[in-house]
T-cell receptor, first 113, second 114 residues
Framework: AQSVTQLGSHVSVSEGALVLLRCNYSSSVPPYLFWYVQYPNQGLQLLLKYTSAATLVKGINGFEAEFKKSETSFHLTKPSAHMSDAAEYFC???????????FGTGTRLKVLA | EPEVTQTPSHQVTQMGQEVILRCVPISNHLYFYWYRQILGQKVEFLVSFYNNEISEKSEIFDDQFSVERPDGSNFTLKIRSTKLEDSAMYFCASLRQATNEKLFFGSGTQLSVL
């Protein structure tokens, strides 16, 4: 069965510092992996996705994530945090043929001035 | 970019009452979903719907829940007799056709059961 674990329910970084949000997955078949962002009072927006092409995936707003099969990880990074990045970030996995997307528990990112 | 539309944005109801949450998925999408997020918790899968029938449901989606696509554009989630623990943000989502594609989410309906 597929599952996603996000380490750290809350992460605080200073403006301009590196952002690193962790995601580990479990899947019996090669997965599709996604990062979604949720701003206050809004729905989830796709940041980026991994679909078995390049292992380093670039998304919107300067975010990127690297798929590491040996570590079953798909961590989200951004070199320099901006105040507008403060939001909740969700990692998600889906498996071909199931059409079900499983989300992690989310990581709330706080950016300090 | 096309959007998934959910109405109402907020719904307050009394325990034991029936509620219907409405969604208009993106017009050429084939797969439809309901997720919910209890305050402070993760986004949980409730049900997926394809070809006018439920394709998968979670253990949360018991007999009190039902989904319907009554007219080819709307996709509804009905809770027959609401409980306090049904209070959550309910998200509708739709997908065009493949699992490696982007799942489009609506902005959610905040359901409060009193």
């Amino acid at each position: 069965a597929q599952s996603v674990t996000q380490l750290g329910s809350h992460v605080s970084v200073s403006e301009g510092a590196l952002v690193l949000l962790r995601c580990n997955y479990s899947s019996s078949v090669p997965p599709y992996l996604f990062w979604y962002v949720q701003y206050p009072n809004q729905g989830l927006q796709l940041l980026l996705k991994y679909t078995s092409a390049a292992t380093l995936v670039k998304g919107i707003n300067g975010f990127e994530a690297e798929f590491k099969k040996s570590e079953t990880s798909f961590h989200l990074t951004k070199p320099s945090a901006h105040m507008s990045d403060a939001a909740e970030y969700f990692c998600a996995v889906s498996e071909s043929g199931t059409y079900k997307y499983i989300f992690g528990t989310g990581t709330r990112l706080k950016v300090l001035a | 970019e096309p959007e998934v539309t959910q109405t109402p944005s907020h719904q307050v109801t009394q325990m034991g009452q029936e509620v219907i949450l409405r969604c208009v998925p993106i017009s050429n999408h084939l797969y439809f979903y309901w997720y919910r997020q209890i305050l402070g918790q993760k986004v949980e899968f409730l049900v997926s719907f394809y070809n006018n029938e439920i394709s998968e449901k979670s253990e949360i989606f018991d007999d009190q829940f039902s989904v319907e696509r009554p007219d080819g554009s709307n996709f509804t989630l009905k809770i027959r007799s609401t409980k306090l623990e049904d209070s959550a943000m309910y998200f509708c989502a739709s997908l065009r056709q493949a699992t490696n594609e982007k799942l489009f989410f609506g902005s959610g309906t905040q359901l409060s059961v009193l």
